[in-house]
């Protein structure tokens, strides 16, 4: 059973534009959701991560917003890149991370 | 990454024979995790270690022993390779159990 479940599969974005990636989790006890940025042949790298005590958190482009009563949180690029393009996980974690299915954004340019 | 290794990089076996994957950490870290990657399934935890010789499943550990018989190296085996174990391997490395750091993977192929 898939404890984090990210939405879309694949995600098309002109430059300049915003992207959206949407996760919903299950297990209440999870406290760290990060995520993931992966490049073709490449390891995940982590992008930005929140605890469940904030509601967004902002680091340049990239902004994770969460809401706890929904059990849901979002990655958000605003001025989205072609250097951008790449795959993105999100997770969830309590002591121990579950991943999301991962979205592949392609930004055109 | 620095401070994280795996070897191979790419590997081609033949179905029923061993094989076994090399993560080596520089970082000291208490904690090693090894995860496959199939498209459409994203990242699935198959064992991780807590410490020298501490080692407990994940959620697809059937097929898979692994060994930490050093703080820096994890070990995992594919007792008997099966064409479903075909993937992409990521090990990763963590202080706290939560802020994971991977390496580069490694390409199995089981033919």
Same mark, same amino acid.
């Given at each position: &059973?898939?404890?984090? %479940? ?10 300049? !534009?915003?992207?959206?990636? =949407?996760?919903?989790?299950? =297990? ?9 940025? &992966?490049?073709?042949?490449? !390891? ?15 680091? !340049? ?5 969460? =809401?706890?009563?929904? %059990? ?8 989205? &890149? ?17 991943? !999301? ?6 930004? %055109?340019? | 990454?620095? $401070?994280?290794?795996?070897?191979? #990089? ?8 061993? *094989? ?9 870290? #208490?904690?090693?995790?090894?995860? #496959?990657?199939?498209?459409?399934? $994203? ?16 959620? *697809? ?43 580069? $993977?490694? #390409?199995?192929?089981?033919?």
């Amino acid at each position: &059973q898939q404890q984090v %479940k990210q939405s879309p599969q694949s995600l098309i974005v002109q430059k300049g !534009g915003i992207s959206i990636i =949407n996760c919903a989790y299950e =297990n209440t006890a999870f406290d760290y959701f990060p995520w993931y940025q &992966q490049f073709p042949g490449k !390891g995940p790298a982590l992008l930005i991560a929140i605890r469940p005590d904030v509601s967004e958190k902002k680091e !340049g482009r990239f902004t994770i917003s969460f =809401n706890k009563s929904a %059990k849901q949180f979002s990655l958000h690029i605003m001025d989205s &890149q072609p250097g951008d393009s790449a795959t993105y996980f999100c997770a969830a974690s309590k002591g121990g991370m579950r991943f !999301g299915a991962g979205t592949r954004l392609t930004v %055109k340019p | 990454d620095a $401070g994280i290794t795996q070897s191979p #990089r790419h590997k081609v076996t033949e179905t029923g024979t061993p *094989v076994t994957l090399r993560c080596h950490q520089t970082e000291n870290h #208490r904690y090693m995790y090894w995860y #496959r990657q199939d498209p459409g399934h $994203g990242l699935r935890l198959i064992h991780y270690s807590y410490g020298v010789k501490d080692t407990d499943k994940g959620e *697809v550990s059937d097929g898979y022993s692994v060994s930490r018989s050093k703080t820096e190296d994890f070990l995992l085996t594919l007792e008997s390779a099966t064409s479903s174990q075909t993937s992409v391997y990521f090990c990763a490395i963590s202080w706290d159990n939560y802020g994971y750091t991977f390496g580069s $993977g490694t #390409r199995l192929t089981v033919v």
